[in-house]
């Protein structure tokens, strides 16, 4: 008989424990991580070692077109002859001939005003005056009465047949007779001037057309009562349309360089494409300030045969400094002014650029504006500059040009280069913070921009 043992019983009858899972993985999570690792110097390197590269030449073509120096300011549009008619007598507003767009011609009716009132004082002015004349004729009777009397009693006095106390009281009633006729005569010439004056009055009861022109605006209304006591009350208002002012607002850097004469032109929201020209005629010596802003009202007139100009429209106005048409064109951004000679550095025509603009701004600060270190026209002068050429092969050639008109991108090239031919106009470089390539038009000459115009923007 076999015995079990007591420890294979105990071995056999206790519960078995499973040994835990081995972890898995871990080989692929490292290699995730090396691969990230390797991708973002990938990046780095790609993006970021780009801009450590050599900056590359901006190469551009000398063009031709055209060019023109401007101040520009927004404007607005106002007719150059408007006449508000209004009424000169009070009373109802009965009848209104016009409506707003009319043309109407110098002396057509416009409108009527009640005048029963004004009538029955013409007619009441009427009826004294005839009582005057009536009167004055009866004066004008008893005077030659006592006249007679006079002369009469005269030649019985020279005979002695009458006394002379008869004598003296008979031409006493002929110069009181004579006096009685002159004042007659003054109330009739009050009662003339009177009736004048009602009569007058009973004619602006009929309202006419002071001048040819459009019907722009009426604020009044038919049935309306008007009160012309105290102001004259607006009826209507007649604009002539032929003729359009453009008022605008220059800023006070820019009033400086504008001077009377100056071409004009200025395009409208409607018809963006068609220039309306016209020539500067007056500059508002008194300022209006916006938000802390001094601006100054230029005025210049335009032709509006086609009444395609109305008013009240905006108006986007260029004042032409300067022009050239069929010029050489270069990029500002390619030339180097300052005084800088051909083969110098671009740090040396840096410091004589702001040199000269530190004096150039000098002057101006002693003269002011208009006074004698200022001139308006300095900056429209031909002026001499550098550029790079790029020649055929490849080379680099500094050469000295003329440069006429300028605006803030194109530059008017009077003398030293040809249409076609090619030039620097500045440096491409990387941006390393978002990896992108951008081109970058940095002048060679720094701060001495052109004279006048404050340096490429």
Known sequence: MNVQSPIR??????????????????????????LCVLLGAGAYWYYGGSSTSTPEPVIVTATRGDVEDVVTAVGSLTPLNSVDVGAQVSGQLEKLYVKIGDEVEQGKLLAEIDSSVMAAKVDAGKAQLQNLQAQLAEKQSQATLAHVQAERQDKLFAIGGTSKDLLDQAQAGAKVADAQIKSVQAQIMQAESSLKADSATLSY????????????????????????????????????????????????????????????????????????????????????????????????????????????????????????????????????????????????????????????????????????????????????ATLTVVKDDGSQETRSVMAGVTDRVNAQIISGLNEGESIIAGVQTADAGNGAQRRQQQRPGGAGGPAGLGGFR
């Open 9 to 34: 019983n105990i071995q056999a009858t206790a519960p078995r424990v499973k040994a835990p899972p081995k972890k898995r993985g871990r080989g692929w999570l490292v290699l995730a991580f090396i």
């Open 205 to 384: 009861s009929k309202i006419f057309a002071p001048m040819t022109g459009t019907v722009t605006a009426i604020p009044a209304k038919q049935g309306q009562t008007l009160n012309a006591n105290q102001s004259a009350p607006l009826i209507l208002t007649i604009s002539d349309l032929s003729t359009m002012t453009v008022s605008t607002q220059v800023s006070e850097a820019d009033v400086s360089k504008l001077r009377v004469g100056v071409e004009a032109y200025f395009t409208t929201l409607g018809n963006p494409n068609r220039r309306f020209r016209g020539t500067l005629r007056q500059i508002l010596p008194t300022p209006t300030v916006t938000n802390n802003v001094v601006l100054y009202t230029a005025l210049f007139d335009v032709a509006n045969t086609d009444k395609q100009l109305l008013p009240q429209m905006t108006a986007q106005v260029f004042f032409v400094r300067a022009s050239a048409q069929d010029a050489v064109l270069v990029p500002v951004a390619a030339l180097q002014f300052g005084g800088a000679r051909a083969g110098g550095t671009p740090q040396g025509a840096a410091n004589d650029g702001a040199r000269a603009g530190r004096n150039g701004a000098g002057r101006a600060g002693r003269g002011g504006r208009g006074g004698a270190g200022f001139d308006p026209t300095a900056g429209l002068r031909p002026r001499a």
